[in-house]
């Protein structure tokens, strides 16, 4: 499979150079040449494939022969070695938890994922790699965890000060060894901006090897259409009709990848792109008109992104087409406000607790089912309402048990340097390394 940039001013390029590379020469995203179609005889026997057989089935034709089909099929395994469930919340709702992995949130497959094939890749060639990523709060625990350890690959995590949640910032300041964490006076926007601005300065990318571990990166983005084939094998166990999916979203790598799922033959009713009042998205799917906005903090904020980098993927999915993109996508908007009372209802209710990105997702999909009152749907819960306590505690007034695999981080010392937000300190201070 070859990759091309989304500008279309730069070469194609197989799986392992878009991986190494992040994103192409010329500032696009790489996206397939062509979308692989899912064998109806899968999707029909889905219920028979263990998650490992279907993961390396899906991504087997994106990665092409980058990668031997044994390594791939040990990556793919290593990556998903943990459950992820399809609760039923109640009779209308069910809970895809993608939080059972190390870092508690699904950004752990794409780290997972993408830090194998670097490491793979990485004996390949001399000069060590460069991960440079920004984080609004999960990724940077992911990453972190993904690539400790990996010989050959350096990882330099930025992100906003006071702006991620305790358990976040311990994730991705106490790993130590290849792994550095920065700590930027801004907003993960100026985070963004200023990895951004690395990838195209040619002095630091004469003196190194630079990529991304945000889901601009192919390996981050695309394993993450697994969730929605490991959510559907659950979901036809108990419904004979496709599933709403609603997706509480920021920087739109995960719905992305569901759309891309879909369009590659998943089963799949309907998309909710749930949103805090970082709504660049939403307001697009309403208006036909996208604007990227400054961002907003919010109590989900692993979701305040003004100008989400996946849009422009969505709109390749769908030929650019305003049309099928807003007939198949709803967008809502959700304040903190309701997220908070949505966390209480929840809980009252069916005793289930949501983090604040969760609720977002809840919410958006109760409101849609009010008008579309014969079907059912899910939503993705991708954090454990255990990295938000301050605000979760306070609303249903108890404490949430810490998971065992969390408890030994409290006893770690964080380290990180302090940065300004702007790029010629980070260039500086790269250069110094
Ligand atoms: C990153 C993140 C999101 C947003 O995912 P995108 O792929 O950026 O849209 C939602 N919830 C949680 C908990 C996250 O960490």
Redesign the pocket.
Known sequence: MNYYSLNKKAANVDFREATIKGQAPDKGLYFPVTIPRVANDTIKNIHAYSKEELALEIMLPYVGNTITKSDLQKIVSETINFPFPLVSVNKKIYSLELFHGPTL???DVGARFMSRCLGYFSTQQKKKITVLVAT????GGAVANGFLGVEGVEVIILYPSGKVSPVQELQLTTCGQNIKALEVKGSFDDCQAMVKDAFIDVDLNNHLTLTSAN?INVARWLPQQLYYFFAYQQWIKENDTAPIISV????????CAGLLAYVSGLPVDHFIAACNVNDAIPEYLRTGNYQSKKSIPTISN??D?GNPSNFVRILELFQSSYQNISEKISGYTVSDEITKQTIDDVYQKDHYILDP?GAVAYYALEDYLKSNPSKKGMILE??HPVKFPDTVEEIIGKSIEIPESVKPLFQLEKKSVLMEPNFSDLKGWLLAQ
């Open positions: 949130a699904f950004k609004s709060g999960d990724t889901s509480p979203s920021g920087n739109f790598g995960n719905i692993a979701m992104v990105h991708t954090a």
